[in-house]
C-alpha cells in the first residue's frame, strides 16, 4: 500500500530565510502524481504546488520549489524569501494515476514563521 | 475564484444521533471526495464519488457512513449514529475530470469540525 511520511512535525524559519520539509513516500507504481497542500489556521487546504512523476524536472511556482528525487521517493518543499503568510500546516500528497481514485496525505508539518 | 463550500463550520452533537454534513461542490467538477482529520492526525480518505456512485472508500467508511449528492449541487455525508471516535474535521473535495492539466488537483473546502459528547 501507498504510504506518505512527513518526519517534520514542526519546522521553524525566520523571515525572508529559506526552508526545506521534507516527504518520502512509498509506492511500487512507476507513473503518480505528487502535491504539497498548504492549510493555513482555521482555512481550507490550498494547493501549492504538484509534480508528475513522469517529469525529471522539479516543479516551481515562484517562492515554491521541489527537489524530486523519484530513485529516493522523495518530495521536498523548498519555500525561499519566507513570509509572514507562509505560515500553515503543510501537507505532502500523493495519488496514482490509475486504479485508484484516492489521495493519500501524510501527517502534516506546521510551518512558523518568526519575523 | 470558484470554492467547495461545507456547511455547518461545526458541529456538536450527542453520541448516537445522526449527523449530516453538507457540501457544494464547484459546479464543473465531476469528481466528490470525502477526507477526515482528527485532531493532530494525518488527514483520511474516506470516499470518492463519480456519476452519482461511490468509486472508492476507505476502511473506515462503514455501514455508518453514505453519501449522496440529491440535486445535482449538493453533496452529502450522513453518519447514522456517530460515535466519539468520529469527532474530527472532515474535509469536502472536488475536481474536473475535463481539464488535463488541472485534472488531478482537488479543491478543498474549509471542513466542517464535528464533535460528538
Known amino acids: 500500500a501507498q504510504t506518505v511520511t512527513q518526519s517534520q512535525p514542526e519546522m521553524s524559519v525566520q523571515e525572508a530565510e529559506t526552508v526545506t520539509l521534507s516527504c518520502t513516500y512509498d509506492t511500487s507504481e512507476s507513473d503518480y502524481y505528487l502535491f504539497w497542500y498548504k492549510q493555513p489556521p482555521s482555512r481550507q487546504m490550498i494547493l501549492v504546488i504538484r509534480q508528475e512523476a513522469y517529469k525529471q524536472q522539479n516543479a516551481t511556482e515562484n517562492r515554491f520549489s521541489v527537489n524530486f528525487q523519484k530513485a529516493a521517493k522523495s518530495f521536498s518543499l523548498k519555500i525561499s524569501d519566507s513570509q509572514l503568510g507562509d505560515a500553515a500546516m503543510y501537507f505532502c500528497?500523493?495519488?496514482?494515476?490509475?486504479?485508484?481514485?484516492?489521495?493519500?496525505f501524510g501527517t502534516g508539518t506546521r510551518l512558523k514563521v518568526l519575523a | 475564484e470558484p470554492e467547495v463550500t461545507q456547511t455547518p463550520s461545526h458541529q456538536v452533537t450527542q453520541m448516537g444521533q445522526e449527523v449530516i454534513l453538507r457540501c457544494v461542490p464547484i459546479?464543473?467538477?465531476?469528481?466528490f471526495y470525502w477526507y477526515r482529520q482528527i485532531l493532530g492526525q494525518k488527514v483520511e480518505f474516506l470516499v470518492s464519488f463519480y456519476n452519482n456512485e461511490i468509486s472508492e472508500k476507505s476502511e473506515i467508511f462503514d455501514d455508518q457512513f453514505s453519501v449522496e449528492r440529491p440535486d445535482g449541487s449538493n453533496f452529502t455525508l450522513k453518519i447514522r449514529s456517530t460515535k466519539l471516535e468520529d469527532s474530527a474535521m472532515y474535509f469536502c473535495a472536488s475536481k474536473t475530470g475535463m481539464n488535463p492539466s488541472g485534472a488531478n488537483v482537488l479543491t478543498f473546502g474549509a471542513g466542517s469540525r464535528l464533535t460528538v459528547l
Open positions: 459546479s464543473n467538477h465531476l469528481y
Open positions: 500528497a500523493y495519488r496514482a494515476t490509475s486504479g485508484t481514485y484516492k489521495y493519500i
